[in-house]
């Protein structure tokens, strides 16, 4: 029983920083470097595209447990301490409310981006 309240405690506290970090990605106080890896790991932890698709036995469920909970803690790293302590906050109150479609329309945005970008690589090289 334990173990199942720790998991759900760090379950919710992960849903937290992914929100902080997507706020963080649109922080000015935030070093532009941070920004990127903060709104590259929150579009990856808050897409349903995943680098391993989870019906690979094993190796699809590592991104979900080893790759984002890593990618999350580089860029908690990376904001500066005290506006993440603020973010988180602002997160944890964001998350006791009814989500609106912001999220939806950045991560949209963010793979439209990064699909005109594979395109016009791809154009290059032919």
């Known amino acids: 029983m334990q173990l199942i309240s720790k998991a759900k405690i760090w379950s919710k506290s992960l849903k937290r920083d992914i929100v902080a970090l997507w706020l963080a990605a649109r922080d000015a ?3 532009w470097y941070a920004k990127a890896v ?19 036995p094993v190796l699809g469920y590592l991104d979900d447990l080893v790759i984002v909970p890593l990618g999350i803690l580089l860029a908690i790293r990376l904001v500066p301490a005290d506006v993440m302590s603020e973010l988180r906050v602002e997160a944890s109150r964001r998350l006791e409310r009814p989500s609106g479609r912001g999220g939806l329309i950045f991560m949209l945005a963010v793979w439209l981006a990064c699909i005109i970008f594979l395109a016009l690589a791809l154009r290059q090289l032919a």
Do not use: E, K, N, Q
Request: glycine share 4%; net charge negative.
């Open 29 to 31: 106080r935030v070093p």
């Open 38 to 56: 903060a709104g590259a790991v929150a579009a990856y932890a808050l897409s349903p595209v995943d680098l391993i698709p989870d019906f690979i």
